[in-house]
T-cell receptor, first 114, second 112 residues
């Protein structure tokens, strides 16, 4: 069964450094999402992406964040200058078009900012 | 602010019993509802989706939706120790491809 994959599984970075989190959505899916979950808190929406542009973004998704789909398979989240409070699990999700609205999540990247 | 509320638990249920998880939401216009299971340190795993009032059954799981009362529930029959996890209620505010709004989750423990 096709799955969403994410790399790396764990990223440790120093405050102020740039990180890029990578996702490979399910191949026939057209809508892509990033969510994050700070330890012990709920899953929060960051951004949605369709047809090579951002569809919606949350207040969390400020100028330090960007997304792109550099080729036909990868979907990336970049944080330009990480802060301590960016430490969280970051999940990529995707959805096909059509009648199903079910979002399937990747295994996540644990980002630790020191 | 569109909110999704869940009792954080923990909810303890004997093995073999029925576990009942509840969720309420604030946006009356919400259309799509989902239950995810999340094991500690892992990603959310989709269990059920429901879009219409009433019950939807899938194996040991039954999702119930009441839009008039703005609540969604999940019943797990014949609970197994492997069902011990945090159950997340998620709401999509339209029939579409918009973001999901999650509740904080209910931690379920199945006691052998």
């Amino acid at each position: 069964e096709p799955e969403v994959t994410q790399t790396p599984s764990h990223q440790v970075t120093q405050m102020g450094q740039e990180v890029i989190l990578r996702c490979v959505p399910i191949s026939n899916h057209l809508y892509f999402y990033w969510y994050r979950q700070i330890l012990g808190q709920k899953v929060e929406f960051l951004v949605s992406f369709y047809n090579n542009e951002i569809s919606e973004k949350s207040e969390i998704f400020d100028d330090q964040f960007s997304v792109e789909r550099p080729d036909g398979s990868n979907f990336t989240l970049k944080i330009r200058s990480t802060k301590l409070e960016d430490s969280a699990m970051y999940f990529c999700a995707s959805i096909t078009s059509g009648a199903s609205y079910e979002q399937y999540f990747g295994p996540g990247t644990r980002l630790t900012v020191t | 602010q569109k909110e999704v509320e869940q009792n954080s638990g923990p909810l303890s249920v004997p093995e073999g019993a029925i576990a009942s998880l509840n969720c309420t939401y604030s946006d009356r216009g919400s259309q799509s509802f989902f239950w995810y299971r999340q094991y500690s340190g892992k990603s959310p795993e989709l269990i059920m989706s429901i879009y219409s009032n009433g019950d939807k059954e899938d194996g040991r799981f039954t999702a119930q939706l009441n839009k008039a009362s703005q609540y969604v529930s999940l019943l797990i029959r014949d609970s197994q120790p492997s069902d011990s996890a945090t159950y997340l209620c998620a709401v999509n505010h339209s029939f579409g491809n918009e973001k999901l709004t999650f509740g904080t989750g209910t931690r379920l423990t199945i006691i052998p």
